[in-house]
């Protein structure tokens, strides 16, 4: 029914920035929340950002300050603006959205790209 497509991962320096783009296709009615989550090597899916309630955002604390999210909601296109990057950041990232789709009698259900991976190191 809905399909989420990120790219912008890579490698990048400590101290550097990488911008991430997730765009949702499909039977889309609407989008509820859409944003981002990441999962470094031996640690849980966690939440780096994401838009909540029709528009407020939602941040991680260990990336407050350096990342930014962003959407363009015609396009149903959510973009994750990564600065001063660090090691620690490093894991692969997933878009995550709750749509409701006109196939499915616009009744929502909750979507998970494939992931992108987001490497920091020197």
């Known amino acids: 029914q809905v399909q989420l497509v990120e790219s912008g991962g890579g490698l990048v320096q400590p101290g550097g920035s990488l911008r991430l783009s997730c765009a949702a296709s499909?039977?889309?009615?609407?989008?509820?929340?859409m944003g981002w989550y990441r999962q470094a090597p031996g640690k849980q899916r966690e939440l780096a950002a994401r838009?909540?309630?029709?528009?407020?955002?939602n941040y991680a604390d260990s990336v407050k300050g350096r990342f930014t999210i962003s959407r363009d909601n015609a396009k149903n296109t959510v973009y994750l603006q990564m600065n001063s990057l660090k090691p620690e950041d490093t894991a692969v990232y997933y878009c995550?959205?709750?749509?409701?789709?006109?196939?499915?009698?616009?009744?929502?259900?909750?979507?998970w790209g494939q992931g992108t991976q987001v490497t920091v190191s020197s």
């Open positions: 995550n959205a709750v749509v409701a789709t006109l196939a499915a009698g616009r009744s929502f259900g909750n979507y």
């Open positions: 499909g039977s889309i009615f609407s989008v509820r929340d």
């Open positions: 838009f909540i309630n029709g528009g407020t955002t």
